[in-house]
């Protein structure tokens, strides 16, 4: 059974830094892009970043570059998002997903699995 469960949410105030943990369980990790999407209330779920496979490559959403650093540690079956200079539009619930194609992107229907969510508040 295949498991994504992420970690690391909470609240935070404006300009300041949090770091979500995706744990995966069940599929082999390293053949898996991985990607990061949330959602806001009122709001369809959006793409964050994604990771290849080896990490070697990175993509974001434009609303993140620069503030936002995608990593993965297949030795541990986890991937990571780095965030910083947090801003109130960027409360919200992340998810993980996974892709066992390797090529998703920012395609949400793509990704076969997913977390149950993790809630970011930032506040101002």
């Known amino acids: 059974q295949v498991q994504l469960v992420e970690s690391g949410g909470g609240l935070v105030q404006v300009g300041g830094s949090l770091r979500l943990s995706c744990a995966a369980s069940g599929l082999t990790f390293s053949n898996c892009m991985m990607g990061w999407f949330r959602q806001a209330p009122g709001k369809e779920r959006e793409f964050v970043a994604a990771?290849?496979?080896?990490?070697?490559?990175?993509y974001y959403a434009d609303s993140v570059k620069g503030r936002f650093t995608i990593s993965r540690d297949n030795a541990k079956k986890t991937a990571y998002l780095e965030m910083n200079s947090l801003k109130p539009e960027d409360t919200a619930v992340y998810y993980c997903?996974?892709?066992?194609?390797?090529?998703?992107?920012?395609?949400?229907?793509?990704?076969?699995?997913w977390g149950q969510g993790t809630q970011v508040t930032v506040s101002s």
């Open positions: 997903a996974a892709d066992v194609s390797g090529w998703a992107l920012n395609q949400m229907n793509a990704y076969d699995y």
């Open positions: 990771i290849s496979r080896s990490g070697g490559a990175t």
